[in-house]
């Protein structure tokens, strides 16, 4: 989960809930993290679907739940705004490259 909720109403202890808690609760997080897990459920009915909610910066909680898990790939989604320039671009941050970089896993990258 992102260090900060989805909009400024999200009560704080959502931010701290388990996979779990967030879906049950209804809460903004955890509905979007239910339409996720019926997305993948769906798409490969043979693969089981196990939501986790992680806290912390994304970079280093992705990364501790490969090497935690053992995951041997990861899937993630990339893109850059259209106007970003070349100069501006290395002041981006760049979860998406941090990722590729620094990952124990195969990592397929989604445009």
């Given at each position: 989960m992102s260090q900060?909720?989805?909009s400024w109403e999200s009560p704080s202890d959502d931010l701290a809930a388990t996979a779990e808690l967030a879906i049950e609760r209804g809460s903004r997080e955890g509905v979007y993290l239910l339409?996720?897990?019926?997305?993948l459920g769906g798409s490969a009915p043979s693969v089981r679907?196990?939501?986790r909610l992680r806290h912390g910066?994304?970079?280093d909680e992705v990364l501790a739940e490969i090497r935690q898990a053992g995951h041997?790939?990861?899937v993630i989604g990339a893109h850059r705004a259209p106007q970003a320039s070349r100069q501006l671009a290395p002041f981006l941050d760049d979860v998406a490259d941090q990722?590729?970089?620094h990952?124990?896993?195969s990592v397929l990258i989604v445009r």
């Open positions: 900060v909720a989805l339409k996720g897990v019926e997305a679907v196990c939501p910066l994304v970079v041997q790939l990861l990722l590729l970089t990952s124990p896993c």
